[in-house]
């Protein structure tokens, strides 16, 4: 069969299994394994499936996911997102928006501990947003502040995502 064919196959493919609501990276491995078993063959597709998820999975670069996630829930545990939201706060709440900039640093040293943005803007929702709206801050800039600061856990070094990027490039 045509290369091209089969990939636009492949391709509407997918998209059908992304309608029926089937998880994106599942429907794009589906797709990509059954492409590659119609062009190649399905035992040499299904012998490189097996073989590159069990090289991934034994990969000991991956043991530091967990282990950050672990890191971010005992600093929830012992409280040290609240310890470091107040240093933030008694850096800058004296300036106007101060409480926003402690939120926004509070959740940068909160993410490069844990992280994780989503476990980041959930911890600093609980903590930060509280004390915003009794300060009389929008409830929509509060939550826009908590979010903003949340993807901070992504960004700021080290993080899951940083962790993953430098698995892939070696």
Do not use: N
Not at 139 to 145: I, R, S
């Amino acid at each position: 069969m045509d290369p091209l064919a089969v990939a636009l196959l492949v391709l509407g493919g997918m998209f059908v299994l992304i309608f029926l609501h089937v998880p994106i990276g599942v429907a794009m491995g589906v797709s990509g394994v059954f492409g590659f078993g119609v062009l190649a063959g399905f035992k040499p597709a299904l012998t490189l499936l097996a073989s590159e998820t069990a090289t991934l999975l034994s990969s000991l670069d991956l043991g530091a996911i967990p282990l950050f996630l672990m890191m971010g829930a005992f600093a929830t545990v012992a409280g040290l997102s609240e310890d470091l939201y107040r240093i933030a706060y008694a850096l800058l709440g004296h300036r106007r928006g101060g409480l926003a900039m402690a939120t926004i640093g509070g959740c940068a040293g909160f993410g490069a501990v844990c992280g994780s943005a989503i476990a980041t803007a959930a911890t600093f929702g609980k903590i930060a947003l509280p004390q915003m709206l009794a300060r009389r801050y929008s409830p929509a800039f509060a939550a826009g502040t908590i979010a903003a600061g949340g993807t901070l856990g992504s960004l700021v070094p080290p993080s899951i995502i940083m962790v993953v990027y430098a698995m892939l490039s070696g």
